[in-house]
């Protein structure tokens, strides 16, 4: 930090401002500075740091605008790494030169980095979907938000759950179910979740909740990998895996390898609310080829979920909400 400073005061004088600060790997430090007004324009320099062990380095030679530096810190506020950050920048400096708004100009940058899964094609028949991930994210809630969408879009629905080991989750659900006026199914295991699949033919989605699962319990994870293949069979089958934004990175980095047995399509990311820095799980799904399909950001059924767009990630990602 020291040599950051001295070196800030060489390029700008000593009347330099520091506007950011980033570590960087090995024990350094960037600085975003802002230089003095001169001849009414003002400019803003990024000043690297000697390398640990005096070595001199490199000092940084090019012009930061005091609107990308604003892009930089929101991006950092809302939990993206360093590394993606500075990944976004590139083009959006680029996109700056051509006249576009430096916001403007990262909300078409995170737009194409953040790409919403294609929406499956109807096909006419029953379709199951699957909500699955750790304790406490939020899967049930998630599933009564996706029948309130699926039933503005005047889809015929029908709820159905596998868990059956939490105290209360059928309650919960049965719950939901009067409330939206739709049929709720209880199935014990793959053999049962196919009969139910049979019995809901004429319904156009059957959206079935799980038993949360630690990422440790790998045994009850293949069962009901197995559980789900079973069903597959007997009609169009996609899985969600439900993720936290609000978790941090090894809970997710446990969720993403102990749920890849099976094969979620997508994620719904829930609580982004509760956190401001979604950035961080939204980096690690796009990181692991995760496409997010929902976003979620309250309790209120009717309100709190969003389909996945890039006007949303970048809202989510430069203003904090959706």
């Given at each position: 930090?020291?040599?950051?400073?001295?070196?800030?005061?060489?390029?700008?004088?000593?009347?330099?401002?520091?506007?950011?600060?980033?570590?960087?790997?090995?024990?350094?430090?960037?600085?975003?500075?802002?230089?003095?007004?001169?001849?009414?324009?003002?400019?803003?320099?990024?000043?690297?740091?000697?390398?640990?062990?005096?070595?001199?380095?490199?000092?940084?030679?090019?012009?930061?605008?005091?609107?990308?530096?604003?892009?930089?810190?929101?991006?950092?506020?809302?939990?993206?790494?360093?590394?993606?950050?500075?990944?976004?920048?590139?083009?959006?400096?680029?996109?700056?030169?051509?006249?576009?708004?430096?916001?403007?100009?990262?909300?078409?940058?995170?737009?194409?980095?953040?790409?919403?899964?294609?929406?499956?094609?109807?096909?006419?028949?029953?379709?199951?979907?699957?909500?699955?991930?750790?304790?406490?994210?939020?899967?049930?809630?998630?599933?009564?938000?996706?029948?309130?969408?699926?039933?503005?879009?005047?889809?015929?629905?029908?709820?159905?759950?596998?868990?059956?080991?939490?105290?209360?989750?059928?309650?919960?659900?049965?719950?939901?179910?009067?409330?939206?006026?739709?049929?709720?199914?209880?199935?014990?295991?793959?053999?049962?979740?196919?009969?139910?699949?049979?019995?809901?033919?004429?319904?156009?989605?059957?959206?079935?909740?799980?038993?949360?699962?630690?990422?440790?319990?790998?045994?009850n994870l293949t069962l009901l990998a197995r559980d789900l293949e079973r069903a597959g069979k007997h009609?169009?089958?996609?899985?969600?895996?439900?993720?936290?934004?609000?978790?941090?990175?090894?809970?997710?980095?446990?969720?993403?390898?102990?749920?890849?047995?099976?094969?979620?399509?997508?994620?719904?990311?829930?609580?982004?609310?509760?956190?401001?820095?979604?950035?961080?799980?939204?980096?690690?799904?796009?990181?692991?080829?995760?496409?997010?399909?929902?976003?979620?950001?309250?309790?209120?059924?009717?309100?709190?979920?969003?389909?996945?767009?890039?006007?949303?990630?970048?809202?989510?990602?430069?203003?904090?909400?959706?």
């Open positions: 930090m020291e040599d950051a400073l001295h070196r800030a005061r060489s390029v700008c004088g000593d009347d330099a401002v520091v506007l950011t600060q980033e570590n960087v790997a090995g024990g350094g430090v960037t600085l975003s500075i802002t230089a003095p007004p001169v001849a009414g324009v003002k400019i803003s320099k990024e000043v690297r740091p000697a390398a640990r062990g005096g070595n001199l380095g490199k000092t940084g030679g090019f012009v930061e605008s005091a609107d990308i530096v604003e892009v930089r810190q929101r991006l950092l506020t809302s939990g993206c790494s360093p590394q993606l950050v500075g990944r976004i920048l590139e083009p959006v400096k680029r996109l700056q030169s051509q006249g576009v708004h430096a916001i403007d100009a990262a909300a078409q940058v995170l737009g194409r980095l953040f790409k919403k899964p294609s929406s499956p094609k109807a096909s006419g028949s029953l379709r199951v979907l699957t909500v699955v991930g750790p304790t406490g994210v939020g899967k049930t809630t998630s599933l009564a938000k996706l029948a309130v969408l699926l039933l503005r879009s005047g889809r015929r629905i029908a709820f159905a759950t596998m868990d059956t080991y939490r105290v209360g989750a059928v309650d919960q659900l049965r719950a939901y179910a009067e409330a939206l006026h739709v049929p709720l199914f209880v199935a014990h295991g793959g053999d049962e979740l196919a009969t139910t699949i049979d019995t809901a033919a004429d319904f156009d989605v059957l959206l079935v909740d799980t038993a949360g699962r630690s990422p440790i319990d790998t045994e009609a169009e089958l996609d899985t969600y895996l439900v993720l936290s934004a609000a978790s941090g990175a090894e809970a997710l980095g446990k969720a993403r390898s102990a749920y890849a047995v099976l094969s979620p399509r997508a994620a719904v990311l829930t609580k982004v609310d509760e956190t401001r820095q979604s950035g961080m799980a939204l980096e690690f799904l796009m990181r692991n080829g995760i496409e997010t399909a929902f976003l979620c950001d309250g309790q209120d059924v009717h309100q709190n979920i969003h389909r996945s767009s890039p006007s949303r990630f970048a809202d989510l990602l430069l203003t904090g909400k959706i």
